[in-house]
């Protein structure tokens, strides 16, 4: 963001219920969000909070006001902050809510615990069924808003049951919550947040072959896509029983630019920032390709990544 930008954003109006928070324990006026997302774009949080613990993420939602809007951010591998920055609460579910507990073949995890983690230690306990958890850059909350998927399995798949904060502070534990999740969307309400699951995996011999799938995935993963850039995945959801990447190429799309903004020339479904984009070329960008493919073919690209603010 450019620092007279900041600067404004800085000093402007705030409201009463801003103030108010200005003084609870762990909570940031105007914090940049840009480096907590892997796009490395947008502006900031009007308020932004870590919660200590469970108990203390209940009582700041029960006090906070109704009207105040709240977003949950992870490790912000699926977000794209508007430049302008997030009119709300953001609640950072992060290292706080990373632990993750073995019993069996299931895993107790929190919240913040990054995918990647929850993939290896399933793999040293020798469980298996989380090895397309390995190359996900984020957190199981995260995770389970998105449902986040690859190589045919997907997080709701696993799950025995999940405990959820509500927006007003309720704690609820959901036992089978697999109906509520579909194809990269979870129907649970977005201004709650999910704070444990339990995850069933599967008693294997040894860790070696856990390991060497794991392996495979992530060079599958290095070979097709731009990890070495910053996006946030796949930009768009797949069209059933079709690839959004493989439609976007037959466009004829990859390298298309806006400002800092491009789609990636390896793989097409990627947006990536080559260096100096601003969440509006990103924002702009999708919405060209997804206009540049309904003219073409008359598909509906829908956005995977979850747009945060007014642009
Ligand atoms: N393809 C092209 N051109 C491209 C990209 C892909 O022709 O530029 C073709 C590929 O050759 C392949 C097909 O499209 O035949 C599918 O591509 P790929 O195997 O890369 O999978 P994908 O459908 O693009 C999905 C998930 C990924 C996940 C991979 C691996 C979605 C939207 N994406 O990608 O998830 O890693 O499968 O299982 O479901 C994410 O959601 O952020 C994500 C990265």
Known sequence: MNPIRAALAFFRFRKPWEKALAGCRHVLLNEPLALRTSFGVGGLAAVFYEPENRQELRAFLKHLPPKAPVFFLGAGSNVLVADRGVPGVVIHIGRQFADIRVEGARLICGAGAPLAKIARVAAQHSIGGFEFLAGIPGTLGGGLRMNAGAFGSALGDRLVSVTRVERAGDEADILSPQAAFGYRQCQMPAN???????????????????????????????????????SAGSFFKNPPADSAGRIIDSCGLKGLRIGGAAVSPKHANFIVNTGRASARDICRLGRLVQKKVWQKMKIALEWEVRYWGKE
Do not use: D, H, N, T
């Open 192 to 230: 709650g947040c999910f704070v444990q699951a339990v995850l069933q995996g599967k008693k294997v011999r040894s860790a070696a072959s856990v390991l060497r799938q794991m392996a495979a995935y992530q060079k599958k993963r290095r070979a097709a896509q731009p990890l070495e850039c910053r």
